[in-house]
């Protein structure tokens, strides 16, 4: 069996173009697929796959540690950085999607079978009105408030939003207590029986972080997310300590040394690699295997498309520390149309039981795709009070 080519099919889906990686073998009906979806850096993803496919065409496609080897290695620039990673990652789910289908056998059973029954979803509820979260502090919580009960009125027995606005390197308590009054009115909608996230995007600095983490600390936070710069480890870790709420970070992290070094220093109790940008499966299993020796739970990032999801279950399939998936359902409502998956979804406790197909499961519907080609997504900003440039 040879790989004799390397697609990539690009899907608009509103707030992101969807890149699917489609890999074609010289044996009939045999291809796999994979996702490398990057916002706002698309074209360069879909380049640097080209780049790539000469590394892998002609090769057989189920040696697959040999071929992520050689992409990682063979052009000088280990890795090369996110975009170079997300382009790994994505040929890398679609070479596991073809040993899978050439094997029989779901992916999950590839690396020994499943190790629970279902896997629980949960939703993101968005951010604030930032531009006005000081202002209409009151109406800001009734907003969290509306939109976590409809959360769990949908089935979702866990959530996260992003009820903390951006800061400067240091500021007061407005931003404090705006960000604590957001998550009181969600902890008081739903009860302390459903588990609330907060996600700070990165947002803030170590000592802004630290003030956010312990304010929002009573509120029993089933965890706290990127409460800082995913590079200040030490900020991190310092946040990590002084809180009972576990903190969660990874999604930025784009290969084993850099999560190595983050759970030395105990930067987080909640690992969020993401499969379409550490190196797909190959290094995630890595990672996985080094949160395990750390008793490290994982929580992948995954606000992507369809096959990005599929492919955080079969991997939560196969790992016992693995807790929680993170899932979009309502991004664009054709969403269902240009994927099938394998799992099956219970609506009703938004948990979802085993693929029982080949490889991930997913079958795209290549004519679906091209009904929604590539558009440039909205460049996002965010400037402080200032003038400053902040983080999105």
Known sequence: MKIERIETLVCHARMRNWVFVKVVTDQPGLIGWGEATLEWHTRGVTGSIDDLAPLLIGQDPTRVEHLWQTMWRQHFWHGGGIVRSTAISGIDLALWDIVGKAANLPCHKLWGGPVRDYIRLYCHLGGGNMESFYETRVEESARFADLARQAVAQGFTAFKAMAAPPTMPLEGLKPIKAAEACVAGMREAVGDDIDIMVDCHARPSPAMGLKLAHALDPYGLY??????????????????????????????????????????????????????????????????????????????????????????????????????????????????????????????TRTVRPNTQPGLGVIVNEEEVRKHPFEQEVLQRVNHPDGAVGDW
């Open 223 to 348: 965890f706290f997310e990127e409460p800082c710069w995913p590079e200040s480890i030490e900020g991190l870790a310092r946040i990590n300590a002084a809180v009972a709420t576990p903190i969660a970070t990874g999604e930025r992290l784009t290969h084993l040394a850099a999560f190595r070094d983050l759970f030395a220093q105990r930067g987080c109790d909640v690992c969020q690699m993401d499969l379409t940008h550490c190196g797909g499966f190959t290094e995630a299993r890595r990672i996985a295997a080094l949160a395990e020796a750390h008793r490290i739970a994982l929580a992948p990032h995954n606000p992507q498309g369809p096959v990005s999801t599929a492919a955080s279950l079969e991997f939560g399939f196969s790992q016992p520390s693995y807790i929680i998936c993170e899932t979009v359902h309502n991004d664009v409502p054709w969403r269902s149309d240009v994927v099938q998956e394998g799992y099956t979804l219970d609506k009703t």
